[in-house]
């Protein structure tokens, strides 16, 4: 096998996540050599390297595979030493992200499985590119060390199935050297039930809505301890997903105006009230301000500000192509006040999106410039050439999301990362589920609004 030196640890755990033996023969290269115009003779006049790796590798010997580890013990002298211990343990091992853990206790373990009545080892299944297999049992132990609960397991165990429906082709953008972070979008009454934030910060901390975070950190652990995602050994994105958290929220459903739809009925056909996540795998994320200054008639700002949208959605990322067809460009989150705005002057979701669409477009000269166009024929976008260019191939491809603070003042563009489709996925509750929110509730007491 070839590789380039810096993706050693990626290729080793793509090969293990396809079955083969992670100590598969590899010829390894300098990354220089893969660079525009490199020299890539070495590759022939190591040919028989090549040969020598395949006719002398032995597989080695098969043993069962251990799918129950036995449990580790942690001492000290009193709770706060083994706590750190704990901890050190975890971050010598690679299991960390970093932050402090809660200790998965069996105990703590068995609290979370509270939130299902299934076995906790039942399988969810295998997250790539390593290739471990996910079980529930699994799911409570990343959802303890994150701080979780167990009226936050439904959700996580929805996004980790939504993850590992084969159109995400999460193995890709798992590995992939760009910036990447599931975003999570929660729909249904489940939300407001276990205090998913919907409205002010809803993509930042907020000790009135823990479940975000906790439920986002939970599948980022996942990623790295079960999926192989170690940062330049697993995944090899250079910058990072800039969150130890993704991005877990939930629409705004009360404050969607009159006759405009949720947004999982709208893009996947579930019915209004429907428990269910929606998720996309994000690049980055962007502000922009749209409110005018006080001299605009309200039309004229209302039309102002969609302009505004659609000239930072036309900022081109070449891994978005691969998503142009049926995939979306982005998440736009817009709050309650500015979509009713929108709605009492006749816009509607649909109007909103082909405004967008029509107008977040790019000179076809301009893309052949940037080499975009090579970008497009590379993930087959091909000829006939519309000029301006769209960001995407029809506006129902823009996803769009009310919730948010209740100020007019600020929209937010979530751009896409490389993935192929949107996935949703409902959420299954546990027969106990109205016992576990009535303890959520004598817990974390009463949730004022803002």
Same mark, same amino acid.
């Given at each position: 096998?070839?590789?380039?030196?810096?993706?050693?640890?990626?290729?080793?755990?793509?090969?293990?996540?396809?079955?083969?033996?992670?100590?598969?023969?590899?010829?390894?290269?300098?990354?220089?050599?893969?660079?525009?115009?490199?020299?890539?003779?070495?590759?022939?006049?190591?040919?028989?390297?090549?040969?020598? =790796?395949?006719?002398?590798?032995? *597989?080695?010997?098969?043993?069962?595979?251990?799918?129950?580890?036995?449990?580790?013990?942690?001492?000290?002298?009193?709770?706060?030493?083994?706590?750190?211990?704990?901890?050190?343990?975890?971050?010598?091992?690679?299991?960390?992200?970093?932050?402090?853990?809660?200790?998965?206790?069996?105990?703590?373990?068995?609290?979370?499985?509270?939130?299902?009545?299934?076995?906790?080892?039942?399988?969810?299944?295998?997250?790539?590119?390593?290739?471990?297999?996910?079980?529930?049992?699994? $799911?409570?132990?990343?959802?303890?060390?994150?701080?979780?609960?167990?009226?936050?397991?439904?959700? $996580?165990?929805? !996004?980790?199935? !939504?993850?590992?429906?084969?159109?995400?082709?999460?193995?890709?953008?798992?590995?992939?050297?760009?910036?990447?972070?599931?975003?999570?979008?929660?729909?249904?009454?489940?939300?407001?039930?276990?205090?998913?934030?919907?409205?002010?910060?809803?993509?930042?901390?907020?000790? +009135?809505?823990?479940?975000?975070?906790?439920?986002? +950190?939970?599948?980022? $652990?996942?990623?790295?301890?079960?999926?192989?995602?170690?940062? =330049?050994?697993?995944?090899? %994105?250079?910058?990072?997903?800039?969150?130890?958290?993704? %991005?877990?929220?939930?629409?705004?459903?009360?404050? $969607?105006?009159?006759?405009?739809?949720?947004? &999982?009925?709208?893009?996947? @056909?579930?019915? *209004?009230?429907? &428990?269910?996540?929606?998720?996309?795998?994000?690049?980055?994320?962007?502000?922009?301000?749209?409110?005018?200054?006080?001299?605009?008639?309200?039309?004229?700002?209302?039309? *102002?500000?969609?302009?505004?949208?659609?000239?930072?959605?036309?900022?081109?990322?070449?891994?978005?192509?691969?998503?142009?067809?049926?995939?979306?460009?982005?998440?736009?989150?817009?709050?309650?006040?500015?979509?009713?705005?929108? %709605?009492?002057?006749?816009?509607?979701?649909?109007?909103? +999106?082909?405004?967008?669409?029509?107008? %977040? +477009?790019?000179?076809?000269?301009?893309?052949?410039?940037?080499?975009?166009?090579?970008?497009?024929?590379?993930?087959?976008?091909?000829?006939?050439?519309?000029?301006?260019?769209?960001?995407?191939?029809?506006?129902?491809?823009?996803?769009?999301?009310? !919730?948010? @603070?209740?100020?007019?003042?600020?929209?937010?563009?979530?751009?896409?990362?490389?993935?192929?489709?949107?996935?949703?996925?409902?959420?299954?509750?546990?027969?106990?589920?109205?016992?576990?929110?009535?303890?959520?509730?004598?817990?974390?007491?009463?949730?004022?609004? *803002?």
């Amino acid at each position: 096998m070839l590789a380039r030196k810096d993706f050693v640890g990626v290729t080793r755990n793509a090969v293990a996540g396809l079955g083969f033996a992670p100590d598969i023969p590899m010829v390894v290269f300098p990354i220089d050599m893969f660079l525009v115009e490199s020299d890539i003779s070495a590759v022939e006049r190591e040919f028989m390297k090549f040969v020598e =790796g395949l006719r002398s590798w032995k *597989a080695p010997e098969q043993n069962k595979a251990v799918t129950k580890p036995p449990k580790l013990n942690v001492d000290g002298k009193d709770y706060d030493e083994s706590f750190t211990h704990f901890n050190t343990l975890f971050l010598k091992r690679r299991w960390g992200d970093g932050l402090p853990l809660v200790p998965p206790t069996e105990k703590r373990v068995e609290w979370i499985l509270q939130g299902t009545d299934e076995s906790p080892d039942v399988e969810v299944g295998k997250f790539m590119p390593r290739g471990g297999i996910v079980t529930n049992e699994t $799911l409570a132990v990343a959802l303890a060390m994150a701080g979780g609960r167990p009226e936050y397991f439904p959700v $996580l165990k929805a !996004a980790v199935q !939504a993850i590992f429906q084969p159109v995400f082709k999460h193995e890709g953008w798992q590995a992939t050297s760009s910036s990447t972070f599931p975003t999570v979008i929660v729909s249904g009454p489940v939300s407001r039930q276990i205090r998913i934030n919907h409205g002010f910060g809803l993509v930042g901390p907020d000790p +009135r809505h823990p479940a975000g975070g906790s439920i986002g +950190r939970a599948l980022r $652990l996942l990623q790295q301890n079960v999926g192989g995602a170690l940062p =330049g050994i697993g995944t090899m %994105a250079m910058f990072g997903g800039m969150r130890y958290t993704n %991005a877990v929220f939930a629409e705004d459903e009360e404050g $969607l105006p009159q006759g405009w739809e949720p947004f &999982n009925a709208e893009r996947f @056909g579930l019915a *209004a009230g429907t &428990n269910s996540v929606s998720v996309n795998v994000c690049s980055g994320a962007t502000n922009i301000i749209r409110r005018g200054i006080g001299t605009e008639t309200l039309e004229d700002e209302a039309e *102002a500000s969609l302009l505004r949208l659609a000239s930072h959605m036309r900022s081109f990322n070449a891994n978005c192509y691969a998503s142009w067809s049926d995939g979306t460009p982005g998440i736009l989150i817009m709050s309650r006040p500015i979509a009713r705005q929108l %709605a009492g002057l006749g816009w509607t979701k649909k109007t909103i +999106r082909e405004f967008l669409w029509k107008h %977040a +477009r790019t000179p076809l000269a301009e893309l052949e410039k940037a080499g975009l166009i090579a970008w497009m024929k590379r993930v087959n976008v091909m000829p006939p050439y519309e000029d301006p260019w769209p960001v995407t191939e029809k506006p129902e491809n823009i996803a769009l999301v009310v !919730a948010g @603070g209740t100020h007019p003042t600020h929209n937010f563009w979530m751009q896409t990362a490389i993935v192929t489709q949107m996935v949703s996925e409902q959420i299954k509750l546990p027969a106990k589920w109205d016992e576990l929110v009535a303890i959520a509730e004598r817990d974390l007491g009463y949730e004022p609004e *803002a």
